[in-house]
């Protein structure tokens, strides 16, 4: 949408068209010309062998225009570009100056039919003559079916240039999106001539096709996912960048069309590439080095603050996403409210709007289809919360179908307490889908008589296993001692999907430390948080998802991050206490069943 906002606002005077001639001394290395889309009278007196392209009626007209500066005006007057008008031009004088072929054809067939019924001659010899006539057809038929044949069948070769790129009908600079392109689509291609040998060939000039580079000329070019495109690429998009200009040659080596290479074909655009940090790293250094050069490089943020301002500009977007669909009804208030209320809880953040745009618009046409089949001439809140179960992502789905798997063969405890388990919270992959993750410590002698060990299991990745080594200090600092033969076994149930980040500390150490002091954990208390060697309590993302997954389990309270309180956008119906903790001792406070070692535990952390 930038780029394309970019491309507007860029000047529509600078239009180049570009036609391929064929070169009399070297026929693999096609002459350029390069010519004004929409030329202004200064342009053509200094160039007066264009005004034969342009009618007496148009001169004026472009005098006055060109004038007022008014490209955009002149544009929609002239509506063929000079570099199509020369093409169209050469090949009308080309075709003027022999005899059409079709006329050559139809002239021997007739020739051949009069000599068949009406010339006195042998019979063998007017299947002779049935058979030729035939044969001729036959090669008629494969002339027109291959590029080339048929000019090179007739007594000249075609000399009239290709326009390769043509910027005819635009009114605005170009905009050209080369996402996914192969190598001949971005830098331009020569095709493979099969027939380039005994002269039968395709001249050189006609084979040429112009790449994205040539035809976001005077423009912009878009690619997405920029990472994806191969090394060698990068250094041709670099060339052309830095040249501004690019010859245009066969991109395959086993074609014909790698013998051609064209002089070189301006390629003078912006380009505005898009990609993802963990791909930084194949972006080739050479181009990152010339877009901060000669560029910018930009972070662009996940979500927007949360203000009068910025919420009006949803309401918009949520109009123009209805008006490009053009199928779903309108929104009334409350359902505005409800997706500018889902954006804020996409966005996971305190006062923040998510800019996930494609999500939300998502939503919107969700909520416009349940309103559609339910025969709506406006879409009320109602059918923007049905929405959001038939929304769900992948992940969602397959989140809630873990839980109730979990729950059906009672890997989920919800009911009682029990020593050394503990129900984490986890979100499932980089989506928003919450999911009740149970961990169980249990401490056993060490196996080793110098010191003991922490073994965690679950296919941890290096944050989560980073994470269980800081909540050793934890317990090591407020257990007491013994620990050094004692081995600590933490299991994070079933997570065949593997573990990743520090969300579950909290829920480690309170499942460690119940595992050492014999003291039961509540199985209706759900946790998540991050902490810090001494005990601290740090925020964490998804904690919204994280408590409906909770909710979803049967499980009533849930312990959260103060710091986090305010991300937290969960819908009424979610029956749980949310209780905010700051510390260590906050967190064992409710999570740890009442007794007599509970309350000397406190008291020893309280100091």
Known sequence: MLAQAMAELMPVEKLEDVLAYPNKNSENQPLVRVVRTYPDYEYLMKNKHFLKYFSPKELPRIKKLGSNKDYQKLA?????????????????????????????????????LFVVFFAEIEENVKWLIIAVALGIGFLYVISNATAGLGRRLMPTESTGPKLIVDNSTRHNAPFVDATGSRAGALLGDCKHDPLQSGGLGTPAHLRVEAGAI???????????????????????????????????????????????????????????????????????????????GGGYEVYVEDSLDDTSENEEKLVRFIAQEIKKDG?????????????????????????????NLRE????????????????LKLVTKDEVREAKKIFKSIESQLGASIIERKREYQTIVTKGAEIGRVNGLAVLGDSRAGLVLPIVAEAAPSASKSEGHVIATGKLGVIAKEAVDNVSAIFKKYVGTGISRTDLHIQFLQTYEGVEGDSASISTAVAVISALSNIPVHQGVAMTGSLDVRGKVLPVGGVSSK?????????????????????????????VKLVKVQN????????????????????????
């Open 76 to 112: 929609k007057v002239l509506h063929n570009g000079l570099g199509r008008r020369i093409a169209r031009f050469k090949k009308a004088e080309e075709e003027a100056k022999g005899i059409p072929a079709k006329f050559l054809i139809l002239l021997l067939g007739l020739l051949l």
């Open 214 to 292: 040539h035809q976001a000329n005077k423009g912009v070019l878009f690619i997405d996912e920029i990472a994806s495109l191969r090394l060698n690429w990068q250094q041709e998009l670099l060339t052309a960048m830095q040249e501004k200009q690019y010859p245009i040659t066969g991109q395959s080596e086993m074609s014909s069309g790698a013998l051609v290479k064209t002089r070189p074909v301006p390629s003078d655009f912006v380009l505005v590439a898009a990609g993802n940090l963990p791909d930084m790293k194949q972006i080739h250094p050479a181009l990152r080095s010339r877009i901060r």
């Open 327 to 355: 199928k779903i009804p309108h929104f009334n208030k409350e359902a505005v409210s409800e997706i500018i209320e889902e954006a804020r809880k996409m966005s996971g953040r305190r006062k923040k709007f998510t800019l």
């Open 360 to 375: 939300l618009g998502g939503l919107v046409r969700a909520a416009g289809d349940v309103a559609r089949d339910k025969g």
């Open 547 to 575: 408590i409906e997954a909770a909710a979803e389990a049967g499980i009533k309270k849930v312990l959260i991050p103060e710091a986090n309180a305010k991300d937290v956008y969960v819908t009424k119906k979610t029956k």
């Open 584 to 607: 260590i001792q906050d967190v064992l406070k409710h999570a740890l069943k009442d007794c007599s070692e509970k309350k000397k535990l406190l008291k020893k952390i309280g100091g």
